[in-house]
């Protein structure tokens, strides 16, 4: 079968690259055949098990890839004839059966990739909102189960069980694996890119990297994000969320001083910006506006690259900022958008001005319990000199806030009042 030899350590780095590299894609292609996502991670599994134990000694095949999904087929249909008492299995197992049969030209043949087709199924308005992200990335990526719950803040029985229960109810409901019709298309590729962006911000909110629970999710979200605008070229939201996503990250090593202390995003040093990354998320901005509709998460990325000027010019573009908010508060009609246009608006204007839009959202519950409206409060309040008022902002905010560096940040602040 293989006409490599390999060492017990090559044959694990061929597992592990194909694994990479083509978990998603071959779970997505036997999924769609089986209609049972559990069964065809099941199969996969199987498949990786015995290539770890064959290939040290037959050799990689030439193609990894093909060589796990002939046997991950084989594991399929024969778990499927254990079960097939019913008209719908034999259908499924008829779905399988002629690869079986496949010679090895067939074998090597490319094998479609139908991880978008499994991104929308995961994404079915059928599957709990929760569950959606966690289950893109144990389908797609083979993250396991354990690892998402602790990134999600859950128990990983609780996690394994909702996970369990999104794949059933696939099977059960019948999700189908494929693309939505064009109309439909908007609306279910919204809830994929949610999706994908709430794995990332799982990750984003550990900027330095030192939980476990949250490692690589920020990378993970991204590649999802590279596969899904891979994918859907012409999808100026897809472009535009990875570019968002991009942009993001092209700051990590600045948000955080070498004390480990919190540095805010006007304070950071652009020079610890990773220029590829953000040259890579304006080349997709650029690609997402010349398809001329626009969307949020263009939006969201345009301010980035508004903010990213500062690497050329030493201050912030802040009308710019404070326009991008409006059209996307206009957009959205989101609160927290708001928080964010007053504080780009108060750079323009002044303090009381970016204070009078805080004002416009201040009745809304959903800004009660969140730490960012009231340090921007504090923050407007303290330049405004109302200094009570401001110490008042700044005891909220550091109340809410979950991060014991951004927590000393806010302390700072108001002790210098």
């Known amino acids: 079968m293989g006409d490599v030899t390999a060492s017990a350590d090559a044959a694990r780095w061929a597992a592990e690259t194909a694994a990479r590299h083509s978990y998603g894609k071959l779970v997505a292609f036997l999924s769609r055949r089986t209609r049972d996502v559990a069964a065809a991670q099941d199969a996969l599994s199987a498949a990786f098990e015995a290539a770890l134990q064959q290939w040290p000694v037959q050799g990689v095949p030439a193609s990894p890839e093909a060589w796990l999904m002939a ?20 259908d499924d197992l008829l779905l399988l059966t002629p690869a079986s049969t496949e010679d090895r030209e067939d074998a090597d043949r490319a094998i479609p990739d139908d991880r ?3 991104l929308f199924a995961c994404a079915h308005p059928a599957i709990e ?9 144990q389908t797609v990526l083979g993250l396991d189960a ?7 803040l859950v128990p990983p ?12 109810k696939i099977k059960q409901a019948g999700i189908p694996f494929k693309l939505p019709e064009r109309e439909d298309l908007p609306e279910r590729l919204d809830t994929v890119l949610e999706a994908i962006y709430a794995a990332f911000t799982q990750g984003w909110s550990d900027p330095a990297g030192l939980d476990p629970r949250h490692h690589n999710l920020s990378d993970e979200g991204i590649w999802l994000g590279q596969l899904v605008a891979a994918l859907l070229p012409n999808e100026p939201e897809a472009l535009g969320m990875l570019a968002l996503m991009l942009h993001a990250h092209a700051r990590r090593a600045a948000r955080r001083d070498a004390s480990g202390a919190y540095v805010p995003l006007g304070q950071q040093d652009p020079r610890l910006w990773d220029t590829t990354l953000i040259d890579a998320a304006e080349r997709l901005l650029h ?3 010349a398809l001329r ?26 009308p710019a900022v404070a326009q991008l908010y409006g059209a996307l508060a206009e957009l959205t009609g989101s609160p927290v958008v708001e928080i964010n246009r007053a504080v780009a608006v108060a750079e323009c204007e002044g303090a009381a001005r970016g204070l009078e839009i805080l004002d416009s959202v201040a009745d809304d519950p959903r800004v009660a319990n969140y730490q960012p409206y009231w340090a921007a409060r504090a923050h407007l309040l303290q330049r405004s000199g109302a200094r009570e008022a401001a110490d008042a902002a700044y005891a909220q905010a550091i109340g809410l806030e979950l991060d014991p560096a951004v927590r000393r940040y806010l302390q700072q602040q108001r002790n210098g009042l």
């Not at 046997?71 to 034999?90: C, F, N």
């Not at 909102?129 to 966690?134: D, G, H, I, N, Q």
């Not at 354990?146 to 999600?152: K, T």
């Not at 939006?299 to 000027?309: D, K, R």
């Open 293 to 318: 509709v626009i969307g949020r998460f263009q939006l969201e990325a345009a301010v980035q690259s508004a903010h990213v000027i500062r690497r050329f010019t030493g201050h912030t573009d802040w």
């Open 157 to 168: 029985t609780t996690m394994g069980q909702r996970l369990s229960r999104a794949k059933a």
């Open 146 to 152: 354990g690892s998402i719950a602790s990134a999600f």
């Open 71 to 90: 046997v991950a087929k084989r594991q399929a249909i024969d778990a499927q004839r254990r079960t097939a008492t019913s008209d719908a299995a034999t």
């Open 116 to 118: 978008l087709a499994l």
């Open 287 to 289: 690609q997402a506006s």
């Open 129 to 137: 909102r929760s569950v959606r992200a966690p289950l893109m990335l």
